[in-house]
Each structure stands twice: as C-alpha cells, then as structure tokens.
C-alpha cells in the first residue's frame, strides 16, 4: 500500500508544503515507475463542507487564466480560486488597516 501523504490542510501551509516534498516525491515516482507501478488515481476531495460554485465568465478571461495557471503549473479552476481569495484578502486589509 502507497504511504499516505500528510498534506496540510488549509490551502496556505499547503503551497508552502508541496515545494518542501519535492524531492521526495519525485524518488517516490521515479521508483514505481523503474518497479511497473506506476499508476493514475484521485485524491477524494477534502472537504464536503465546500459548496461547488458557478461563475460565467468572458471566453478571453478563462483563456487567460488557464495560460497564466499553466505558467504556474496549476490548474486553471485552482488558480481562480486563489486569485478570487488573494482579491478578498486585500480587501478584508484595507478595510481593517
């Protein structure tokens, strides 16, 4: 059975964690690769208590952000996300400040 990964659970401390396994991640795969076990799989979702949401967007709008995601070597719905919290962050400051 694969070890189980003790990924933080709040997206902070997790994008500062995924950098420090990187090498160890990277062994990890390059093992089961050499050894033929090597395989797809999903991660469940962490969390249920996160309402899925719908927002329409402007077709340049999405092309961009899946771009700019793509530069950062995520996905483009997780970029958005970051980017929509990073925004209400700002806000949430300036109003406190």
Known sequence: MAEKLNVPLNEKDE????????????SKLEKA?????LVR???P???AAIPPTTIRLARTDIE????QAEQ???????YLKMLIHEALQKVENRRAG
Do not use: F, H, M
Request: charged share 30%.
């Open 33 to 37: 690769a050499q050894a033929g076990t």
């Open 15 to 26: 994008a500062r964690w995924w950098p420090q396994q990187e090498d160890k991640i990277v």
């Open 45 to 47: 979702r962490r969390s």
């Open 64 to 67: 961009r952000a899946r771009q």
């Open 41 to 43: 799989g999903v991660l």
């Open 72 to 78: 950062r070597g995520l996905k483009y719905q997780t």
